[in-house]
């Protein structure tokens, strides 16, 4: 069960809520047609029973009041007490609910959190709103600045086109002047230059003359020169010819000769060999002849006569 204390409060807030609600109702869009009609009814009975001076005083009057309250009601105001008297009527009722179960006032200091909480983010907002307002002043006063300066330099570069006209027109004027006096030095330069090169031209023919002359008797001499050297072409190849010839027969003549001398070198060699085996033979029979003898076979003779003696011994 709830407390006394618990009730009371509840009482009190359903009170609370129900005036919210009559206010509500009394607060609406359409109270500023209701009171310009009551302010019509109220002028109307004023022309039926009053005088014309009296009606005027209470016109201005009424018309005072009037603007006061369209000042103090204008939609929007009405519009954020509307919506500020729902949030209370939402809260107070969450709270005898919250009361009337739990007995507690979480739903209040939640509201009050969330309001809070609302409350600075649209201060948050409001503060950034600002921050951005600043910040474009800031960017159009640079705005203003750059144009200002792009506007001067327009103007300079205007004044710098004009100049550069001025100066293209004296260099256009100076060099019609120059090309004038340039074309009167290429022609004076071209007459010289044909005189010049005509006269060249007469002592190159003369020259190319001279050269043509030279060229055919150096001609007539080469093709002499190359006769004779033919001449001489065939002369010596008769001599390589007959030389060559000769040759080829004393090469035959002398390898003749040399197998002739080697056949005769081997017939003396053969006769030597024969002369001295017949010399050697001659020797030996004279040796033997003589009694010298072999000396080897009277050593073996003497060695074996004292072999015997020892024996005798």
Known sequence: MMSVDVLRACAVLQDCADQLAVLGNIIHPGADTQQRTE????TARLMAGSS???FTGELHQSQKHLSIQERLF???????????????????NGLMVDLQEKNSFQSLFSAVEEQRKKKAQLLDIINRE??????IKALQKELLDIHKQKTDECV????????????????????????????????????????????KEKELEDEVGIL???TEEEKNVHMELETFLKRQHANLQEKLQFWIQR????????????????????????????????IQAWWRGT???????????????????????????
């Open 74 to 92: 204008t939609p929007d105001n009405l519009a954020k007490v509307q919506k500020d008297r729902q949030f209370v009527s939402d809260v107070i």
């Open 247 to 278: 040759y080829e027969k004393d090469m035959e003549k002398k390898e003749q000769e040399i197998t002739g001398l080697q056949n005769k070198r081997n017939v003396s060699q053969a006769r030597i060999q024969e002369l001295s085996k017949k």
């Open 212 to 214: 043509q002359e030279s």
């Open 287 to 313: 040796l033997v002849r003589k009694g010298l003898g072999s000396p080897k076979k009277d050593k073996s003779k003497s060695k074996g006569g004292k072999k015997g003696k020892k024996k005798k011994k």
């Open 156 to 199: 300079r570069l205007e004044e710098l086109v004009a100049y550069l006209r001025d100066q293209v027109q004296d260099i256009r004027v100076r060099s019609n002047r120059q090309g004038k006096f340039v074309n009167s030095c290429a022609e004076q330069l071209v007459c010289q230059g044909l005189k010049v090169n005509s006269q």
């Open 39 to 42: 302010l019509h009814l109220k």
């Open 130 to 135: 600002e921050e951005g307002r600043l910040r």
């Open 52 to 54: 014309l001076s009296d």
